[in-house]
């Protein structure tokens, strides 16, 4: 008898879990051995899915937790970004209380 087909949330959460272990090792190394172009096409996937559903989600939760990564992992990160897509800081501040979380 065959398992019954996994559904799409569930094989989410097995590429989750399997990256999550392989950034751990990558970055245990000192130097991760992983293209930029391939860590480039995983955050722009993660950040599109992310966007989409704080659009739809009531309360969608933090994208990152402080216990998981330093101020300065996420400056560094959300600065590339900012420059990537061409958004200034003014440009920022004008957006910036749009998804405001109580």
């Known amino acids: 008898m065959s398992a019954p087909p996994t559904t799409l949330a569930q094989e989410f959460q097995g590429v989750t879990r399997s990256l999550v272990e392989l950034a751990g090792r990558a970055l245990a190394g000192g130097s991760p051995q992983i293209a930029s172009d391939d860590v480039a ?24 937790t402080a216990n998981n990564v330093t101020p300065t992992e996420v400056v560094l990160v959300v600065s590339e970004m900012l420059r990537a897509v061409d958004i200034s800081l ?11 979380r109580q």
Not at 50 to 60: H, R
Not at 90 to 100: E, P
């Open 90 to 100: 003014f440009d920022l501040a004008m957006w910036y209380r749009r998804g405001q």
């Open 41 to 64: 096409r995983a955050m722009t996937a993660i950040v599109k899915l992310y966007a989409a559903k704080a659009e739809t989600d009531a309360s969608p939760p933090a994208p990152v």
